[in-house]
């Protein structure tokens, strides 16, 4: 079978890359782990936060060698992983640029900040990062604390991510989540705003609820599988949309067929009023009308002005 695959034949994507942020307080680190059968890379002591009953296998990061040794074993010895959180990603690259310090201290400079070019190493090394998790098979999650930036009058939040791995990381992503509490309510928007950055590569409704998963003692309460329900869905939609293809390339080749069909203006004529009572999909009747509209011309067929070929 070739690589290249009409659209009817794609596969569905059964994974999503997404980044969720929002305050310090708002459950971004359980929200995380609702993914399906994940790991979490705790780079910021985010699981100490979690419910007991909403823990996941967890790797507590001391060091950026933890995160590479993590990521093979989980090859090695839990392939059942289909989702790996990292929290916080902002955090993750502090213990990236630590360790290009200490592989390098020309990339350092003397407050212990990377300089110019220890920035470029380290935005090397995470776009290649990224890939890698990319190319896996598995979900991921990115989680990130807010900031806020002014853009002339307005306060716009976004991602705490360092410089420029900010855009390196949100054009690869499926989903970008802001978690906010409208009254005493978590709500979590993927649509952007001009008071937030957002994205919403899966259709999802502009603001969704979240549901409670801790009540105000402290009691688990409810199933933690936001995430998972959204990935289902995801793929229910993709599957949808695939049959929907299948069908679309089957109504074109009928269509192909009766145009081929045509032979003079009586069976133009014919033709052109079965297509105005067929189904359509897409944009099937406008290619229909148009593949018609040439096989007339080509017999040298006119429209007349009760829109019938002679």
Same mark, same amino acid.
């Given at each position: 079978?070739?690589?290249? +695959?009409?659209?009817?034949? $794609? ?9 969720? =942020?929002?305050?310090?307080? *708002? ?11 994940p790991v ?8 100490q936060r ?16 933890? *995160?590479? /040794? ?12 289909? *989702?790996?959180?990292?929290? *916080?990603?902002?955090?993750? @690259? ?19 900040? $990377?300089?110019?070019?220890? =920035?470029?190493?380290? +935005? ?8 890698? $998790? ?29 410089? %420029? %791995?900010? %855009?390196?990381?949100?054009?690869? @992503? ?16 993927? #649509? ?10 899966? #259709? ?26 959204? @990935? ?12 929907? #293809? ?9 269509? %192909? ?32 009308? /148009? ?6 011309k080509s @017999?040298?067929?006119?429209? #007349?002005?009760?829109?019938? =070929?002679?």
């Amino acid at each position: 079978m070739g690589l290249i +695959k009409r659209p009817n034949e $794609l596969a569905v994507k059964s994974t999503l890359s997404i980044l969720i =942020y929002g305050q310090p307080g *708002t459950g971004k680190t359980t929200l995380g782990c609702s993914a399906p059968t994940p790991v979490l890379f705790d780079y910021d002591g985010g699981v100490q936060r979690i419910n007991g009953a909403h823990q996941v296998p967890t790797v507590q990061i001391t060091s950026w060698e933890d *995160t590479e /040794q993590a990521i093979q074993e989980i090859e090695q010895e839990y392939p059942e992983c289909k *989702t790996i959180v990292i929290d *916080t990603v902002g955090k993750m @690259l502090d213990y990236m640029s630590d360790y290009i310090i200490r592989q390098d201290s020309k990339m350092g400079q003397r407050d212990g900040s $990377l300089s110019l070019k220890g =920035y470029g190493v380290r +935005k090397t090394m995470f776009v290649n990062f990224i890939k890698k $998790l990319f190319i896996n098979g598995r979900s991921i999650v990115f989680i990130a604390h807010e900031k806020e930036d002014k853009d002339g009058d307005l306060t716009v939040k976004r991602p705490l991510i360092g410089g %420029s %791995s900010a %855009s390196d990381l949100l054009s690869e @992503l499926d989903l970008v989540g802001y978690i906010q509490m409208i009254g005493k309510e978590r709500t979590i928007a993927f #649509n952007p705003t001009e008071q937030y950055i957002a994205k919403n590569c899966a #259709n999802l409704p502009a603001v969704v609820k979240l549901p409670e998963t801790v009540d105000d003692k402290g009691n688990a309460v409810g199933k933690n599988d936001f995430i998972t329900r959204v @990935l289902k869905g995801y793929e229910g939609v993709q599957k949808t949309k695939l049959e929907k #293809n299948a069908d679309f390339a089957a109504l074109m080749e009928c269509i %192909s067929a009766k145009v081929d069909y045509i032979t003079d203006a009586e069976t133009a004529n014919e033709v052109l009023a079965e297509i105005q009572t067929m189904e359509h999909i897409y944009d099937s009747k406008i290619r229909a009308s /148009q593949m018609i509209a040439d096989k007339a011309k080509s @017999l040298r067929l006119k429209l #007349n002005a009760k829109k019938q =070929y002679e």
